[in-house]
């Protein structure tokens, strides 16, 4: 069926004000709006993914790099070591490095979150790969345009290439199944269909229109997508069905990627523009991106926001999706029981979608419940002095996030008991001198993040240390049973570290756990700590 075009801006995402007792919300920015990051003179960027690490990396094409950008914006560049290899898409391994294809340098490359490059030879001379994709057997599986086949490479760089069964078909995008399903599937750009792989290598083909040239496939919630670039349409696998949206003329479709709510976004190559749908394929706006864009691939960053590399203008874009901070751990008072004359300290708690900024109010209850709480005049700072007023009654602290998106109502502490005369001011002693046989601080582990989480669907996972000027690393594993998978040396900010996790299709429905470790850099000043999380595999 066809689809109207829409004009910027639609909001997909309501934008909530922050309405809990005289905290205002800035302005929202606009869904849509975009902000363009240079890349290093010459790129032509095709892949992007978002890291183990929290950052973006991108596949520079002809500037031959692995790009990093932070989420403010900083881009790190590390060249790869076989000359005018052309990286084009890039992918996160079940080893948690990042993998890339060289398509004239026919290898794969594997890059650590530090940088360092090592590259493994496509066993077919001019193979030229192209898209590459994790599988729910931990392997990664690639496209080779060339050589018409389908490649596998295991974690410690084993090749296995597999030969797709129609001639001259340019196999382009390749991506896993949806949750239950233990295929890979890709698209034929000169054969017009769509192929599903088993990992044994069995090759199954179904037809599309032709001069469909499929380019970009994804799974988004539990469908299969295609952008049928020649032909300006959005096909949608059902089985063995082919179901067809029809796009504005001109457009031509080229990636596809899950956007948060779930939502479909896709780069529309002919016009330099992303659109996004619902998951069910309703087109709800198209955005303009720069000038000669030219946008390729996109995925959704830790920001819940969308990246796309702009391939005409060496370029990579930010696009405001709409997404607002979501809390994981509410904040925290200190100390839990605080008398008159004493300072009061509150976290801003943990959030997710990268917060800019927060804003405090301090509130007075007459009991532990929040309905008898109110503002506290001029209270809206992180610490607060507490006065004779707060004698015998209890206070909380209301934490709003905001981030590129805008604000959402504040997340409540949990009400702490305050004493009924003040506290003396301290006598002054001096700070005695640290030895190596001083004490060491108790250090604690918490871990906040969902009970449950579906095979192959991605979930935060966020780790506080207290103190959080505890210096040292945290180590997570996730397990079930025998299985695991490690993420090591995560630096906390501030007390917090974030890692998303995806449990592999191969893991069994049923119990899980998510182990933090912290390890500190002067064991003599913090001590070890370890928290578990339970975890349940759907």
């Known amino acids: 069926m066809a689809i109207r075009t829409l004009v910027r801006p639609v909001v997909l995402l309501t934008v909530s004000a922050v309405a809990v007792l005289g905290i205002a919300a800035p302005s929202p920015a606009a869904v849509g709006d975009d902000t363009s990051f240079a890349l290093a003179a010459g790129a032509t960027p095709y892949g992007t993914v978002l890291g183990p690490d929290g950052a973006i990396w991108i596949a520079t094409g002809a500037a031959n790099s692995i790009a990093r950008i932070d989420a403010k914006g900083v881009v790190t560049n590390f060249p790869v070591p076989t000359a005018a290899s052309t990286p084009r898409f890039i992918t996160v391994g079940s080893d948690k490095n990042l993998w890339f294809t060289e398509q004239t340098g026919n290898k794969i490359g594997r890059i650590t979150t530090a940088g360092v490059i090592t590259e493994f030879p496509v066993t077919t001379p001019g193979a030229e790969p192209f898209a590459i994709a994790p599988g729910p057997d931990g392997n990664l599986w690639f496209t080779e345009q ?6 596998r490479i295991t974690t410690s760089g084993s090749v296995t290439e597999f030969t797709i069964p129609t001639p001259a078909s340019v196999p382009y995008g390749i991506v896993a199944g949806p949750a239950g399903s233990n295929d890979m599937y890709f698209t034929e750009s000169a054969g017009d269909k769509i192929g599903k792989i088993t990992s044994s290598g069995a090759i199954t083909e179904f037809p599309l229109t032709t001069g469909a040239r499929p380019f970009g496939i994804a799974t988004v919630g539990s469908a299969l997508w ?4 020649g032909i300006n349409k959005l096909a949608q696998l059902q089985g063995s069905t082919v179901l067809e949206i029809s796009l504005p003329a001109g457009t031509q479709p080229l990636w596809i990627t899950q956007g948060p709510g779930p ?8 016009t330099s523009s992303v659109a996004v749908f619902t998951a069910a394929g309703s087109l709800q706006a198209i955005y303009p991106l720069d000038s000669g864009a030219k946008p390729t691939g996109l995925t959704q960053g830790s920001d819940g926001n969308i990246w796309v590399a702009e391939s005409g203008i060496a370029k990579v874009a930010r696009v405001l999706s709409g997404q607002l901070p979501s809390s994981v751990a509410p904040p925290v008072v200190t100390p839990s029981g605080v008398a008159v004359g004493a300072t009061a300290t509150t976290t801003s708690g943990t959030w997710a979608y990268e917060p800019t900024s927060y804003t405090y109010q301090w509130q007075r209850c007459t009991t532990n419940a929040t309905t008898s709480c109110a503002v506290i005049p001029g209270a809206a700072a992180a610490t607060y002095v507490v006065t ?16 590129l998106n805008g604000s959402v109502s504040a997340v409540n502490s949990v009400p702490v008991q305050v004493g009924g005369s003040a506290t003396p001011a301290p006598t002054a002693s001096p700070t005695p001198t640290p030895t190596a046989t001083s004490k060491r601080t108790t250090t604690l582990l918490t871990i906040a993040g969902p009970a449950a989480v579906a095979r192959g669907s991605a979930a935060t996972f966020v780790v506080t240390v207290n103190p959080s000027t505890a210096a040292g690393v945290v180590n997570l594993t996730y397990r079930q049973g025998a299985k695991r998978v490690l993420v090591t040396n995560l630096k906390p900010v501030n007390g917090v570290v974030s890692s998303s996790f995806a449990p592999p299709a191969n893991w069994s429905k049923g119990k899980g756990r998510v182990i933090a470790r912290f390890a500190p850099t002067s064991p003599t000043v913090n001590s070890f700590a370890k928290s578990i999380h339970l975890l349940k595999v759907r």
């Open 263 to 270: 939502t479909m976004w896709v780069s529309f190559f002919g």
């Open 388 to 403: 004779s007023a707060d004698a015998g009654k209890h206070l909380i602290s209301s934490v709003a996030a905001t981030n």
């Open 146 to 151: 060339a050589a018409n086949k389908i490649g």
């Open 226 to 229: 295609v952008a049928e670039h």
